[in-house]
């Protein structure tokens, strides 16, 4: 009985001991990062989802702006963030953005004190652009595949709250009674990269959901492959930005091929007794690139 009383006192002092020590612990207290826009350079809007936030070259998470984000350091840091994007318009394939720099900010951290950084980023050096329509020139490479509709082309229009223009595409229900409209680069386009990261990037802002394609020419034996590779989703307020996977394409295709990229705009025959504005289909572009690094 005595040995059982032992070992229950012994027991319970241990358990008060470590308890003691669990709540007289100091526990820290945080440093905050508030991020809430990321900026690249010449293109608005760039989409950019997330932020890959590190400190002193760890990686803290990955967060969506605008968010204070806690970090359990204090003192002299380097904070580094790297945009991330929606890969093909899917959040489930959210990745770094690897045409980009980075952001490398540093700055003292202290608890319970919030510190600003707005991220603004650019292009690598090491990107090439294959193709870019910005709309800025009026030589637009970008054009109505139907020559015998001339009317339904794309015209050049301001971006209303925005520094220069935009391509326009408009189809009304007294255009044309064809039922897709195709929109190409005015050129086929040699892509030599393989390996690395390359995208096919655009703006919009639409109120019918349209296709984006790409024809492939074989150079050696002239076979032609036609596929789409996107649906976009209306979105006739806000303008959006996808960045298209245009590496897995040329990977899956191989060498030695051309490629004409497009986008095939549809009208549906309206079924109300009266035609209307809404009838008019309207899709504007802008920032429509091609990038690899080399």
Known sequence: MKRFLLIITVFCCTVAFYSCNLLNKE?????????????????????????????????????????????????????????????????????IYQMSDISETRITLEPQKTHNINPVFSDLSSVHTVWLEDFEHSAITL????????????????????????????????????????????????????????????????????EVRIKAYNIANGELHDKTVLFTYKSPDIWKRMYINFATIVREMGPGF??????????????????TMEDTVNVMLDDIRIVYLK
Request: glycine share 6%; proline share 9%.
């Open 27 to 95: 526990e820290k207290i945080p440093a905050y990062i508030q991020i809430d826009s990321l900026t690249y350079q010449g293109i608005s809007p760039n989409m950019f989802t997330c932020a890959y936030v590190f400190v002193n070259y760890k990686l803290v998470g990955v967060f969506e702006p605008p968010r204070a984000i806690p970090v359990l350091v204090s003192g002299d840091a380097v904070v580094t963030v790297r945009p991330g994007i929606d890969l093909n318009g899917y959040t489930w394939e959210r990745i």
């Open 143 to 210: 054009m109505a595949a139907d020559s015998l509709t001339p009317q339904i082309k794309v015209v050049r229009n301001q971006r209303p709250g925005h520094t220069g223009y935009i391509g326009r595409i408009q189809i009304t229900p007294d255009d044309t009674l064809t039922e897709k409209f195709d929109y190409e680069y005015y050129d086929s386009m040699p892509i030599y990269f393989q390996a690395t990261p390359g995208y096919f990037e655009f703006s919009y802002k639409c109120n019918e959901p349209f």
């Open 258 to 275: 051309y490629y004409k990229p497009y986008f095939r705009i549809r009208r549906f025959p309206n079924t109300d007794q009266e035609d």
